[in-house]
């Protein structure tokens, strides 16, 4: 099994480039959502350990959103319940998926977690600092507060670019990243 790590910045398009490889994705942000909408036991503890914030059930992302603005601790602990069922729901998916030729990881937190295996290839998603700030400005629950927050738990982007074995420009027009991945599997299915 190929395993395909996407990394980049905040924004860059790591979902949408993940999508057109056509393989089976893991999106790490996605799994965290369904955590919110389903998890009882996700929810029991995130209440116990934020009180103030997390006080029903489905636990709405903007409550997690406003208990990280408000106190600088609280994303560690947000981490500490929900990183753990992330990496179980990932090892699910490796184990339901190690007949594919090729899964794409999309983990934002790939390289930081140690998630990555030493034969890994990583792409780093390389996208206009502009576009990406005025795609972040459109999301609904932004917040450069927490933005920044989210951006210290990463590594440097350069170190990103540098770990990476591809990079994909996203100039986010449609054709040209369907091009560029067309591209890559090529090369990666060569070298496999």
Request: hydrophobic content about 40%.
């Amino acid at each position: 099994m190929i395993r395909i790590g996407i990394v980049g910045d905040i924004g860059s398009g790591k979902s949408y480039i993940a999508k057109q490889f056509g393989r089976p994705v893991f999106d790490a942000d996605a799994e965290v959502a369904k955590l919110y909408k389903k998890s009882k036991k996700c929810y029991k503890k995130l209440k116990k350990k934020l009180p103030d914030h997390i006080n029903s059930f489905p636990v709405k992302k903007n409550r997690i959103l406003e208990s990280i603005a408000s106190n600088n601790n609280n994303l560690k602990k947000i981490i500490k319940i929900i990183h753990p069922e992330i990496i179980k729901k990932l090892n699910f998916f490796l184990k339901k998926n190690k007949n594919k030729k090729i899964v794409v990881l999309d983990i934002p937190l790939l390289i930081e977690n140690n998630l990555n295996k030493k034969n890994d290839i990583i792409i780093f998603i390389d996208a206009p600092k502009k576009e990406i700030n005025k795609r972040l400005k459109k999301r609904a629950n932004y917040n450069q507060k927490i933005m920044q927050k989210f951006k210290k738990l990463q590594l440097n982007i350069k170190f990103k670019k540098k770990k990476a074995n591809f990079i994909i420009k996203n100039n986010f027009k449609i054709n040209s990243a369907k091009k560029n991945v067309k591209k890559l599997i090529k090369k990666i299915l060569l070298n496999a």
